[in-house]
């Protein structure tokens, strides 16, 4: 099993940066992409930013060019970098990592408010 705990949310006003951190702990070493997924009141929860245990990152359109996914293998902690943040990012972030053990099998953490204010 792989736990994963979220940390960083908060309220900050449009404009303002925040940085959400993952620490995983567990059975790390079958993760194979850790992502950071966001889900509003009254919507689907949506992929932010994915990134492969090589360093590949993929990226929603909405956040291209003002968040940054990286990854801290030797810490196991996957951080969300997000500048220039718009009340549109309101949301419940959720941390996931996809674990190739066997079955594939995708974890979530408990998520993390960020509310920006216009």
């Known amino acids: 099993h792989v736990q994963l705990v979220e940390s960083g949310g908060g309220l900050v006003q449009t404009g303002d940066s925040l940085r959400l951190s993952c620490a995983a702990s567990?059975?790390?070493?079958?993760?194979?992409?850790k992502g950071w997924y966001r889900q509003a009141p009254g919507q689907e929860r949506e992929l932010v930013a994915r990134?492969?245990?090589?360093?590949?990152?993929v990226y929603a359109d909405s956040v291209k060019g003002r968040f940054t996914i990286s990854n801290d293998n030797t810490e196991d902690t996957v951080y969300l970098q997000m500048n220039s943040l718009k009340p549109e990012d309101t949301a419940v972030y959720y941390c996931?990592?996809?674990?190739?053990?066997?079955?594939?099998?995708?974890?979530w953490g408990q998520g993390t408010q960020v509310t920006v204010s216009s």
């Open positions: 996931n990592a996809i674990c190739l053990s066997g079955q594939p099998y995708t974890y």
């Open positions: 567990g059975e790390t070493v079958c993760i194979s992409a």
């Open positions: 990134i492969t245990s090589g360093g590949t990152t």
